[in-house]
């Protein structure tokens, strides 16, 4: 792999990285059918490597049916149509090594689509079949099996489980019209971890993948591989609401870390420090220390960072917590503010492009590795009046589940031009963009020194060559008035926030190097104002 600007090395280059997410359907569209694919990615590779990234991951580009947005995988080592083809993986993967960019897949081991073909076998051969025992297939409770085995819901509405249609020539009347479980869409049925050809099955898409030469996973559903014996039931509705404050029968289940540790093992034959990183929603951040133990997975998403407001008070909480729990395994913590699933920041904060900008200079500032989601470092808003006839989110068209609007933040980027598409592609985009994201345009911010392009762009370049940004395990708190944070890191840099609506005065910290809103240091002190942090040099 050729270096490039200052990135170390492979030893140990996840515990510092700037891991930037691509959303395949949204980022570029080369063919111009109105749909990102992994061409237009491979085109726009020299705008990430500029940007200062160390790393891209790719949210999934599998043959998928589409029923969850290509997280219901019908083949795990064939590209779909859409996106382009296995060649065209194997360019992009070979270009972002040419410029310096390490690539990290997205893996989706929870479940796959009703399309597999392990899946599609389990169906025609019927109740008894050996496929079906790689699933979780169950008699339903009632006289007649017409009730789901268990009361588990599914995290897009309704049952956890769907019954297969009866079949009237079955010859055991008793057996028909068997269950089988989805957490997520009827569409995406689970897989049976306790199953050995599960087991080796993703073993052998990571080495697929390995071979071709990814430099790493991003785990899709982690802490849901494995499932509580007997599936018990939870014992009431709204099931939902207990994410991530108990661990459940169906997620954080001790089991998964057997899993994890067989992964490391192949994860370590291949040279040049292959890595694996955790979506697990956890209770606690100690139970998501769990997966990170020196002989797990490398990183996991830090939610419980994500999930805290524009607070002094909870952002130090939570940063310290964060990194207490780390700390104790020899794990980096992770830091993100948005990504596919949740409202942009710069909207979910409440404070608008000002506080967005302070999130994240604080967020780079601090010790470990940071995640950043395609558009962000452009500004963009959540889009929040798309029509309902556009909208492909899956839990929009349920009755219960998730509140169905992640179409908001997936709308596609705006790279140049006046009006939509923005030279996204030739053919439109397929969710539509606003009118009046001219002035956000890669275009329009490029050397506009106000610009939030420009000022992602100063930031990762400080952050790669200060020694008192990026990997670490430690930040020290200096005393600040109500609504302020100071942190200092070793090596020197010092980080001010100011999370209130009204500006502070504080003593200068030393030289500034970057602040997200405008700063006159003078006579040993400065004003912060409100929703702005600066970073400074001791």
């Known amino acids: 792999m050729t270096p490039h600007h200052n990135v170390t090395p492979a030893a140990d280059w996840w515990r510092h990285a700037v891991i930037y997410q691509v959303y395949p359907r ?9 749909m990102g694919d992994l061409a237009g990615v491979r085109s726009r590779l020299p705008y990430l490597r500029d940007l200062g990234v160390d790393a891209v991951w790719l949210s999934p580009f599998y043959a998928s049916p589409q029923a969850d947005a290509g997280y219901d995988v019908a083949d795990y080592r064939t590209i779909d149509p859409m996106f382009g083809t296995l060649a ?5 993967i070979a270009d972002a090594h040419g410029l310096g960019l390490r690539i ?15 899946f599609r076998r389990a169906l025609a051969e019927g109740p008894g079949s050996a496929f079906r025992k790689r699933f979780h297939f169950r008699r339903g409770r009632g006289e007649n099996g017409e009730q789901p085995p268990n009361d588990w819901e599914s995290l897009f509405g309704g049952p956890a489980w769907t019954r297969v249609p009866v079949d009237p020539s079955a010859p055991k009347a008793g057996e028909e019209g068997e269950w089988y479980l989805h957490l997520f869409a009827p569409e995406q049925p689970d897989f049976n971890w306790d199953h050995p050809a599960v087991q080796d099955e993703f073993r052998s898409i990571l080495r697929f993948w390995l071979d071709l030469g990814v430099d790493g996973f991003r785990v899709d559903v982690a802490h849901g591989l494995v499932k509580a014996p007997g599936l018990p039931d939870m014992g009431h509705a709204e099931q939902l609401k207990l994410l991530g404050n108990q661990t459940l029968p169906f997620f954080d289940q001790d089991g998964v870390h057997e899993i994890y540790r067989s992964w490391r093992t192949v994860l370590d034959e291949y040279p040049g420090e292959r890595i ?3 979506e697990a929603w956890t209770p606690t951040a100690e139970r998501t220390a769990r997966y990170l133990r020196p002989d797990e997975l490398h990183q996991a998403f830090n939610f419980h960072y994500l999930n805290t407001g524009w607070d002094a008070e909870a952002l130090r909480a939570a940063i310290d917590s964060s990194l207490d729990a780390m700390r104790p395994i020899g794990a980096p913590t992770t830091w993100v503010l948005s990504n596919h699933d949740v409202v942009r920041h710069r909207t979910r904060l409440g404070g608008g492009e000002d506080r967005a900008r302070a999130a994240t200079l604080l967020m780079l500032a601090l ?19 798309l029509p ?17 609007l992640r179409d908001g933040c997936r709308v596609p980027l705006p790279w140049n031009g006046d009006a939509p598409p923005y030279g996204f592609g030739d053919g439109g985009s397929w969710l539509p963009q606003p009118a009046d994201w001219a002035p956000l345009t890669v275009a329009a911010q490029t050397g506009d020194p106000a610009s939030t392009l420009e000022l992602y762009r100063t930031a990762l370049a400080l952050r790669r060559t200060h020694p008192g940004l990026g990997a670490g395990d430690a930040v020290e708190w200096r005393d600040a008035p109500d609504g302020v944070l100071v942190l200092r890191r070793p090596g020197g840099l010092v980080c001010t926030v100011n999370t209130t609506t009204a500006p502070v005065r504080l003593p200068s910290p030393g030289r500034l190097l970057l602040s997200s809103g405008a700063l006159d240091p003078t006579d040993g002190e400065f004003t912060l104002p409100a929703d702005t942090t600066a970073w400074w040099e001791e």
């Open 26 to 34: 949204s980022f570029a569209d080369a063919n111009g059918d109105g």
């Open 88 to 92: 065209d993986a194997e360019a992009v």
């Open 104 to 118: 990290i897949v997205d893996l989706v081991p929870n479940h796959c689509s009703d399309q597999h073909a392990w």
């Open 276 to 278: 694996a990183v955790a």
């Open 367 to 385: 010790p470990g590795s940071a995640y950043l989601y395609q558009g962000e470092e452009l500004g963009l808003p959540e889009v929040t009046d």
């Open 388 to 404: 309902d006839e556009v909208r492909q989110d899956p839990s929009f068209f349920r009755d219960s589940g998730q509140e169905g």
